[in-house]
């Protein structure tokens, strides 16, 4: 059983430009939590969604920021017109229906640099 | 004031100490509390978690929890090499049930 996929591990982009960064759950789970680490920081809350919903993103920034868990596929973290404070590592859990963020496996991350 | 605090160390022990870990936290809606371990450039991974108060074993770890204090602990009984890692606590409310709050994590490195 694979654990929670992150991809890509590494992303560069140049300010301005868009960054998109996925999440597989781990097989038979359908709630996935995106959180961010920023340097010399602990991991701060983003968002929280189940298939087809955002269930809570009080923790995602008002602008450019967006998150979306299709029927189908990965989830995805979309920033839009990234800017040098945007890089961190960007952290994914995700549970199974019976089980909160309490017991969630975290993915690898995803690192994200901008230039 | 943060929510939850955590000395970030770092810490170095020798091979087969005790290492104490700990985290203070202000708010006292907090219910579950959890311990993380971060190798570098890898995730978080939960080595175990507490409901209210109390201690919990686990092999060589023991959480535990002090609600009156607001003061929790991770300890670690003959430490080896490969716990050498970033720690983290981690805490959530009853009602949060999306959000953890963290604390800065403590970087531990245990020496052979």
């Known amino acids: 059983n694979a654990g929670v996929m992150q991809n890509p591990r590494h992303l560069v982009r140049r300010r301005g430009q868009e960054a998109r960064l996925r999440c597989s759950p781990m097989?038979?789970?359908?709630?996935v939590y995106w959180y961010r680490q920023l340097p010399e920081e602990g991991l701060k809350f983003m968002v929280y969604l189940q298939k087809e919903n955002i269930i809570d993103e009080s923790g995602m920034p008002k602008e450019r920021f967006s998150a979306e868990f299709p029927k189908e596929g990965p989830s995805i973290l979309r920033i839009q017109q990234v800017v040098r404070g945007d890089s961190a590592a960007y952290f994914c859990?995700?549970?199974?229906?019976?089980?909160?963020?309490?017991?969630?496996?975290f993915g690898q991350g995803t690192r994200l640099t901008v230039v | 004031q943060k929510e939850v605090e955590q000395d970030p160390g770092p810490l170095s022990v020798p091979e087969g100490a005790i290492v104490s870990l700990n985290c203070t936290y202000s708010?006292?809606?907090?219910?579950?509390f959890m311990w993380y371990r971060q190798y570098s450039r890898k995730g978080p991974e939960l080595l175990m978690y507490?409901?209210?108060?109390g201690n919990k074993e686990d092999g060589r770890f023991t959480a535990q929890v002090d609600k009156s204090s607001k003061y929790i602990s991770l300890f670690i009984r003959d430490s080896q090499p490969s716990d050498s890692a970033t720690y983290l606590c981690a805490m959530r409310q009853e009602t949060s049930g999306s959000r953890l709050t963290f604390g800065e994590g403590t970087q531990l490195t245990v020496n052979p």
């Open positions: 708010n006292s809606a907090f219910q579950y």
């Open positions: 097989k038979g789970h359908s709630h």
């Open positions: 859990a995700s549970s199974p229906i019976d089980r909160g963020v309490t017991e969630a496996f």
């Open positions: 507490t409901y209210s108060s």
